[in-house]
């Protein structure tokens, strides 16, 4: 029966769902260290805010704002999903 069991486990494909607030986190952390955010935000801009919206971030600074669209790539083990990331300049 544990033959079957582990069988079953690692033949499908398996999503693990992290907490709300662990999520909005590697969210998060996965924008600041993205290295095309200081194409969008220059050095010396100064964050503002950082806002949840529909699908993504609103990313306020002391001079622009830039919409980060947040885009799940499946994973074929187990574990969260990977995190693409799209800029777009936004109007404040």
């Known amino acids: 029966m544990k033959v079957f069991c582990l069988a079953l486990l690692l033949s499908t494909q398996?999503?693990?769902a992290l907490p709300p607030?662990?999520?909005?986190?590697?969210?998060i952390q996965a924008i600041l260290e993205s290295d095309k955010l200081s194409e969008?935000?220059?050095y010396?801009?100064?964050?503002?805010e950082i806002v949840k919206?529909?699908?993504g971030y609103l990313?306020?600074?002391n001079k622009r704002a830039v919409q980060v669209i947040v885009?799940?790539?499946k994973n074929p083990l187990i574990g969260p999903p990977k995190i693409n990331l799209e800029f777009v300049p936004s109007s404040r």
Request: aromatic fraction near 14%.
């Open 71 to 73: 885009h799940f790539e």
């Open 53 to 55: 919206i529909d699908g």
């Open 44 to 48: 010396g801009d100064v964050f503002e």
């Open 14 to 16: 398996l999503v693990a």
């Open 21 to 27: 607030f662990a999520e909005a986190k590697r969210e």
């Open 40 to 42: 969008f935000v220059p």
């Open 59 to 61: 990313i306020v600074t």
